[in-house]
């Protein structure tokens, strides 16, 4: 959302990569659109008003590579002039990372080749830059007026500090296993960023950069933050950091359920949240002057994320979608939860019904849950798909997915399991898959086939697996581990062997993986038995192994070397590769001929 709530900036898909649109709600230009012209090649993985309503800030992966860039660009839609503003003095650029906006510059994390985080403030004239804070592992969640919140530690294993200028204070107690990831600074004894009349009237805009640099820890700084600090499911906490220490409190918290995200308005007065019921959304609002929380307002579809609220509170953005529902960016007013009608074109794509909810009980008795998509009631079925998520922290939600629809219709069902070390169901459920856990959960894969088969959801001998990513190490692994249960497997940009992945991936996503894999040097022994690489003798199911050459989170060598031995060992094996594209196969193009591919390899094995 624009601060005035006059105009909202989204992302859309309908043809080569994302681009970013800006939309105008009020005043003479409303109804229509600009598109945002940056003179890169690539996805535009997110955009930005600033906190003044001047500027617009885009993240864009050139060629859809794993590292991207910052460009921004003013909301005057007459001025055509595209600024890059991330700078590598070194000349041998990393990624940058567009957090947010701080007053009028634009705060950002610049990762080099040594996957060391610089968290920045960059003037989006490209003039100047502040460095905050630079460290291994560290990443800016928010800055404002003097004080910033670092994320610190390693997946699984997170914490925020606040930063005010020489002074680093940690934000909760000591919880080994909690992860406290996100949060927003509210204020320094002035506004957050904006101080306004009535909505869209802006008196003052507050430029904090005067404060950066002084060793001050006077007064107080508060910060609404989530954490699982303390608790098994994430939930919504208030902090005050004080010359005296910290104090927090609860302000939101659903026993058994996860906060995924949330947002608050610039004057204070609304914060929005989604919360996460098996994958499912919840949108509810809390009142923060006086902390009453409102009853949950019913959404559009089933799963919605990105929120943005204007600067007065007044409307709220959000991306909604469902299996029926391809994402689109919908507006309601969090107060009334009236949602406001857009005068603009729907978002079209192939549908599906919506899932069911699937409980499947593994061997050790762990349960687990997984949506479930069926053919459509007089479609034979002749087979199933399971539909692993990334992560391993993901989660398999009942959103929108344009490779499903077409599978259904030619009659196999899908299957998304969140098998254990799934996000969104607590602390406990995330960490069992754990280092030498984790051959756990490739059983868990295993018995997600049981649990098809035995009720009748597909027939014996005709079930698959799919991953992106993780999941497509866990397909390798389930069907390299349990070569009997499956007819067939497609990987898509996945790990082939952990210690090559180790060695070649990006440093940082290294760094934060080592309590969940192993470390690459104490643990090589158990990388290389939880690998499917060095089992390859074991695999025996047609697998297709999908990948973008512009990939450098899992680089194409992961699918390349397992085709090379499974090709030397006569197993039925192809691969499928994009050169314009990188780890998440952006390109619509590029999709479009992933889902033939998919839908023929995956009929050929159920033998149709």
Same mark, same amino acid.
Request: proline fraction near 7%.
């Given at each position: 959302?624009?601060?005035?709530?006059?105009?909202?900036?989204?992302?859309?898909?309908?043809?080569?990569?994302?681009?970013?649109?800006?939309?105008?709600?009020?005043?003479?230009?409303?109804?229509?659109?600009?598109?945002?012209?940056?003179?890169?090649?690539?996805?535009?993985?997110?955009?930005?008003?600033?906190?003044?309503?001047?500027? @617009?800030?885009? =993240? !864009?992966?050139?060629?859809?590579?794993?590292?991207?860039?910052?460009?921004?660009?003013?909301?005057?839609?007459?001025?055509?002039?595209?600024?890059?503003?991330?700078?590598?003095?070194?000349?041998?650029?990393?990624?940058?990372?567009?957090?947010?906006?701080?007053?009028?510059?634009?705060?950002?994390?610049?990762?080099? %080749?040594?996957? !060391?985080?610089?968290?920045?403030?960059?003037?989006?004239?490209?003039?100047?830059?502040?460095?905050?804070?630079?460290?291994?592992?560290?990443?800016?969640?928010?800055?404002?007026?003097?004080?910033? @919140? +670092?994320?610190?530690?390693?997946?699984?294993?997170?914490?925020?500090?606040?930063?005010?200028?020489?002074?680093?204070?940690?934000?909760?107690?000591?919880?080994?296993?909690?992860?406290?990831?996100?949060?927003?600074?509210?204020?320094?004894?002035?506004?957050?960023?904006?101080?306004?009349?009535?909505?869209?009237?802006?008196?003052?805009?507050?430029?904090?950069?005067?404060?950066?640099?002084? #060793?001050?820890?006077?007064?107080?700084?508060?910060?609404?933050?989530?954490? $699982?600090?303390?608790?098994?499911?994430?939930?919504?906490?208030?902090?005050?950091?004080?010359?005296?220490?910290?104090?927090?409190?609860?302000?939101?918290?659903?026993?058994?359920?996860?906060?995924?995200?949330?947002?608050?308005?610039?004057?204070?007065?609304?914060?929005?949240?989604?919360?996460?019921?098996?994958?499912?959304?919840?949108?509810?609002?809390?009142?923060?002057?006086?902390?009453? @929380?409102?009853?949950?307002?019913?959404?559009?579809?089933?799963?919605?994320?990105?929120?943005?609220?204007?600067?007065?509170?007044?409307?709220?953005?959000?991306?909604?979608?469902?299996?029926?529902?391809?994402? *689109?960016?919908?507006?309601?007013?969090?107060?009334?939860?009236?949602?406001?009608?857009?005068?603009? !074109?729907?978002?079209?794509?192939?549908?599906?019904?919506?899932?069911?909810?699937?409980?499947?009980?593994?061997?050790?008795?762990?349960?687990?849950?997984?949506?479930?998509?069926?053919?459509? $009631?007089?479609?034979?079925?002749?087979?199933?798909?399971?539909?692993?998520?990334?992560?391993?922290?993901? =989660?398999? &939600?009942?959103?929108? /997915?344009?490779?499903?629809?077409?599978?259904?219709?030619?009659?196999?069902?899908?299957?998304?399991?969140?098998?254990?070390?799934?996000?969104?169901?607590?602390?406990?459920?995330?960490?069992?898959?754990?280092? %030498?856990?984790?051959?756990?959960?490739?059983?868990?894969?295993?018995?997600?086939?049981?649990?098809? +088969?035995?009720?009748?959801?597909?027939?014996?001998?005709?079930?698959?697996?799919?991953?992106?990513?993780?999941?497509?190490?866990?397909?390798?692994?389930?069907?390299?581990?349990?070569?009997?249960?499956?007819?067939?497997?497609?990987?898509?940009?996945?790990?082939?062997?952990? #210690?090559?992945?180790?060695?070649?991936?990006?440093?940082?996503?290294?760094?934060?993986?080592?309590?969940?894999?192993?470390?690459?040097?104490?643990?090589?022994?158990?990388?290389? &038995?939880?690998?499917?690489?060095?089992?390859?003798?074991?695999?025996?199911?047609?697998?297709?192994?999908?990948?973008?050459? /512009?990939?450098? #989170?899992?680089?194409?060598?992961?699918?390349?070397?397992?085709?090379?031995?499974?090709?030397?060992?006569?197993?039925?094996?192809?691969?499928?590769?994009?050169?314009?594209?990188?780890?998440?196969?952006?390109?619509?193009? /590029?999709?479009?001929?992933?889902?033939?591919?998919? *839908?023929?390899?995956?009929?050929?094995?159920?033998?149709?």
């Amino acid at each position: 959302m624009s601060p005035d709530a006059t105009a909202f900036a989204h992302l859309v898909d309908d043809g080569g990569y994302p681009r970013a649109v800006q939309r105008f709600l009020r005043g003479w230009r409303a109804s229509s659109s600009r598109d945002v012209e940056l003179p890169v090649e690539g996805p535009v993985t997110r955009v930005m008003h600033s906190a003044d309503g001047h500027w @617009l800030a885009c =993240q !864009v992966a050139p060629e859809g590579g794993t590292r991207s860039q910052i460009w921004v660009v003013t909301t005057d839609p007459d001025d055509r002039d595209a600024r890059r503003i991330d700078f590598w003095p070194s000349g041998v650029e990393g990624t940058a990372e567009l957090i947010g906006w701080d007053g009028t510059q634009v705060a950002a994390i610049l990762t080099g %080749e040594d996957g !060391v985080g610089s968290s920045c403030l960059i003037d989006p004239s490209g003039q100047s830059s502040i460095v905050l804070d630079r460290r291994s592992g560290g990443r800016l969640v928010d800055a404002w007026a003097g004080a910033a @919140l +670092v994320r610190v530690g390693p997946r699984g294993y997170r914490d925020l500090i606040m930063l005010r200028g020489l002074t680093e204070t940690a934000l909760l107690p000591y919880d080994p296993g909690s992860t406290t990831d996100t949060g927003i600074i509210l204020d320094d004894h002035s506004p957050r960023r904006l101080r306004s009349g009535v909505e869209g009237e802006v008196l003052e805009l507050y430029h904090p950069a005067k404060d950066y640099g002084l #060793n001050s820890t006077e007064g107080y700084v508060r910060a609404i933050i989530r954490s $699982e600090n303390g608790a098994q499911h994430a939930r919504l906490l208030e902090v005050t950091v004080t010359a005296d220490g910290v104090a927090y409190q609860v302000l939101a918290e659903r026993p058994g359920y996860e906060l995924d995200e949330f947002t608050v308005s610039d004057d204070l007065s609304t914060v929005a949240m989604l919360w996460n019921l098996h994958g499912a959304s919840e949108l509810q609002v809390l009142e923060f002057g006086d902390n009453t @929380l409102y009853d949950p307002i019913p959404l559009p579809g089933m799963v919605a994320s990105e929120l943005s609220i204007s600067a007065g509170g007044s409307m709220l953005a959000l991306t909604v979608e469902g299996p029926g529902k391809p994402p *689109t960016v919908e507006l309601v007013d969090p107060r009334t939860g009236e949602w406001e009608m857009v005068d603009r !074109v729907p978002s079209t794509g192939p549908l599906s019904a919506e899932p069911t909810l699937e409980t499947v009980t593994a061997r050790d008795g762990m349960r687990f849950t997984g949506w479930l998509f069926r053919p459509p $009631e007089g479609t034979p079925t002749i087979g199933a798909m399971l539909f692993l998520h990334g992560g391993p922290e993901g =989660q398999g &939600r009942p959103g929108y /997915n344009e490779f499903f629809p077409g599978l259904v219709d030619a009659g196999i069902c899908v299957f998304l399991p969140n098998v254990r070390g799934s996000g969104g169901f607590g602390r406990a459920f995330m960490h069992a898959d754990d280092r %030498e856990r984790r051959f756990a959960a490739i059983d868990d894969v295993a018995d997600a086939v049981h649990y098809l +088969v035995g009720n009748g959801y597909a027939p014996q001998g005709c079930v698959a697996c799919c991953g992106w990513s993780y999941g497509g190490y866990l397909t390798q692994a389930a069907l390299a581990f349990h070569p009997d249960t499956f007819a067939a497997g497609i990987s898509i940009c996945g790990m082939s062997d952990l #210690n090559s992945w180790y060695r070649t991936t990006e440093p940082w996503i290294a760094a934060a993986a080592y309590p969940k894999y192993g470390h690459p040097v104490s643990d090589q022994d158990l990388l290389e &038995r939880l690998s499917p690489l060095p089992r390859a003798q074991a695999l025996t199911a047609p697998l297709l192994l999908v990948h973008g050459l /512009n990939d450098t #989170n899992v680089p194409p060598s992961e699918s390349f070397q397992m085709h090379d031995a499974l090709t030397a060992l006569g197993r039925k094996t192809e691969l499928l590769l994009f050169d314009d594209d990188g780890h998440e196969i952006d390109k619509r193009e /590029n999709r479009a001929v992933l889902l033939k591919a998919m *839908t023929a390899w995956l009929t050929a094995a159920f033998g149709h």
